[in-house]
């Protein structure tokens, strides 16, 4: 009797749901997505546009005077006049020095960054010592601490080693851990069945041994993710190089906000502007088109627990 | 069992695997082998610090000379500085608008992600402003919000209203930084808040729905409270994040028009990289970790956050 009520019920729910709630539904999430995604194709949209007619076609949907001479300006691949008579603004841009140093800056953090929390999560993990949870509990109490408050002293820091300006000063804080990525792989190790270990262990194995080649190779799925996440945060970070770098170790993000305060009197280049916004985040975009599913299931992980 | 431990070493007691002879090993001297990187990264980039800007609070120091101990006079000097109040009241307004708009929009999003579409696409397109640096999405909108050729502006002088100066404004500078923050977190948001809900066991639903509850009772009295940890968790995120705001506004208005969007931490930035006052900046600087501090706190108190109904 309960269960035919149950059926009944259900198959009405759905059927409302169909006409009402779903295209209600629908429509909320469809505005949601165009806001979400829109911007990107006007982005586009300006890049591959003429910069001079952009002024008298402002509301035109497909790029005015379609053409490429943005993405060549960004590039300096076009002489100063070219880039004027086009609505350039003329000053250079070292698009190429700027991208090295994002590469360059985001891959050496993550690669250390990874593999030292990595390496401290197994201790604290696997590994039994004195005071261990409480040298962890002081780990993962660092996220209380605002950035800027010790981005000062930091500063200072690199200032009085003589490293300002330097790579090597601008990677250095962020190269040996971050608490989340320590807590990230903790809980990884933490649920890992012990058996593979323990087999090692009885072979004669060191530590560092089964670390390295049966922890390590076993969790390849979590360091993806983890270094995933931690690359596409280094790739977008701001404050820190702003304080440290300067023009040979800039990175993109900090050479776009100088692209834009480049811009003479007259009308800013927002072709050029596009077209390098765009090509900032054209590898971010590669590594969500490869590896979106797991970027998109690892949030509610990284958020929560 | 322990004298053979004893004998036997760490072999020996891996073999029998007991858990008491597991926990007599000590294995401090790998360990700290283990964590010794992080651990200088630990001390030398959050303890020496964190203590090093407490002090610096209480000195003077333009970098060019050593600091002066000048006691508690940085903080006597920002209780009466009107350009801290106005950083902080700018800062506040920025964080209510957020918590506000965001929390809703990405509240009504999780529930779309369940009920409507969960394929991991939607979710996908969701996301992605949230992976742009801020720099991007600042840069952006800079473009699309301009007040001569921005096609937002052409569309809401399409629709018959006048233009909106969003970031050459004193009333709109602040909440148009919002706004770009809101673009880019809803999503993210909303991808916290949907983990969440799944959480939360389908018997729950089923039972309300053999009482004949309708829809928003079952929204009002199960999903809400069920949901507390998880919105108390994402409202400390927003919260703290919103306080730091800095990369939007240091691309787009610069603190400007005037004083109306010189958010605190762009005060800071400021005083200690443009007017070289390091002493009164990490005094600042203190001001806003105590203000974190305390928010946090209360926030986790207020909402219970770290304790389930479901537990």
């Known amino acids: 009797m309960t269960t035919t009520t149950t059926i009944v019920t259900q198959g009405r729910r759905i059927r409302r749901r169909v006409t009402w709630g779903a295209v209600f539904g629908w429509i909320c999430l469809g505005i949601a997505i165009a806001i979400s995604i829109l911007p990107f194709y006007w982005v586009l949209r300006t890049s591959l546009s003429m910069n001079s007619a952009l002024a008298a076609n402002s509301s035109s949907l497909l790029p005015v005077e379609f053409n490429l001479g943005a993405f060549a300006r960004v590039f300096g691949l076009q002489s100063t006049e070219e880039a004027l008579a086009q609505g350039g603004s003329g000053a250079e841009i070292n698009f190429w020095q700027y991208l090295l140093n994002s590469t360059i800056f985001a891959t050496l953090t993550t690669a250390g960054a990874v593999f030292f929390s990595s390496m401290a999560a197994y201790a604290f993990a696997r590994l039994r010592w004195k005071h261990r949870d409480l040298v962890f509990g ?36 962020y190269i040996f851990m971050t608490p989340f990525a320590i807590f990230f792989m903790r809980q990884f190790f933490l649920n890992m069945s012990r058996e593979v270990e323990e087999a090692a262990m009885i072979d004669g194995a060191s530590q560092w041994r089964i670390f390295m080649q049966v922890v390590l190779p076993n969790a390849a799925a979590p360091l993806a993710t983890l270094a995933l996440l931690t690359f596409m945060g280094q790739w ?70 | 069992m322990t004298t053979s431990t004893i004998v036997l070493g760490r072999r020996g007691a891996t073999r029998d695997g007991g858990v008491r002879t597991r926990r007599t090993r000590s294995d401090i001297k790998i360990a700290l082998l283990f964590i010794a990187p992080a651990l200088i990264g630990l001390i030398l980039f959050y303890f020496v610090p964190t203590i090093r800007g407490l002090y610096l609070s209480f000195t003077e ?73 801020n720099v991007i ?48 977190h809803m999503g993210y948001t909303a991808l916290l808040l949907f983990a969440g809900l799944q959480a939360i066991p389908g018997t729950v639903y089923e039972a309300a729905k053999l009482d004949g509850a309708n829809p928003f009772q079952t929204f009002g009295r199960i999903t809400l409270p069920l949901l507390r940890p998880v919105i108390a968790l994402v409202l400390v995120l927003t919260v703290t994040g919103s306080f730091q705001v800095f990369d939007t506004v240091a691309v787009t208005t610069q603190g400007g028009p005037v004083n109306a969007s010189r958010v605190i931490q762009y005060y800071i930035f400021q005083k200690a990289f443009t007017q070289l006052e390091f002493g009164y900046a990490s005094a600042l600087a203190m001001i806003l970790f105590i203000i974190l501090a305390i928010v946090a706190f209360v926030q986790m108190k207020l909402l219970r956050g770290n304790e389930s109904d479901l537990a």
């Not at chain 2, 060019?64 to 508690?72: F, R």
């Not at chain 2, 809703?104 to 992976?131: D, E, F, K, N, W």
């Open chain 1, 138 to 173: 002081l780990f993962l109490a660092t996220v209380l601490v605002p950035p800027i408050f010790t981005a000062l002293p930091n500063f200072l820091l690199i200032k009085n080693l003589g490293l300002l300006g330097t790579m090597f000063g601008m990677i250095l804080p």
């Open chain 2, 61 to 133: 120091y333009s970098v060019l000379d050593d600091p002066t101990w000048v006691g508690t006079a940085n903080y006597e000097r920002l209780a009466q500085d009107p350009l801290f109040w106005n950083a902080l009241g700018v800062t506040v307004q920025y964080v209510v608008i957020n918590i506000v708009l965001q929390t809703a929009i990405a509240l009504g999003l999780a529930l779309l992600m369940q009920h409507v579409a969960r394929s991991t696409a939607v979710r996908g397109m969701l996301l992605m402003p949230y992976l742009m640096a």
């Open chain 1, 236 to 305: 977008n970070e701001y404050f820190w190089p702003l304080l440290v770098s300067d023009e040979s170790t800039r990175v993109l993000t900090v050479g776009l906000g100088t692209f834009k305060s480049q811009s003479p009197q007259g009308a800013p280049d927002w072709s050029g502007l596009m077209a390098a916004t765009l090509v900032s985040a054209v590898p971010v975009l590669i590594l969500f088109a490869v590896f979106g599913k797991r970027i998109v299931n690892s949030i509610g992980f990284s958020g929560l627990k």
């Open chain 2, 137 to 184: 999405a600042a840069l952006l909108w800079f473009w699309m919000l301009d007040y001569q050729l921005g096609i937002v502006n052409n569309i809401i002088e399409w629709l018959g209203l006048p233009r909106v100066a969003f970031f050459g404004s004193a009333e709109w500078a602040i909440p148009t930084q919002a706004l770009i923050n809101t673009w880019r």
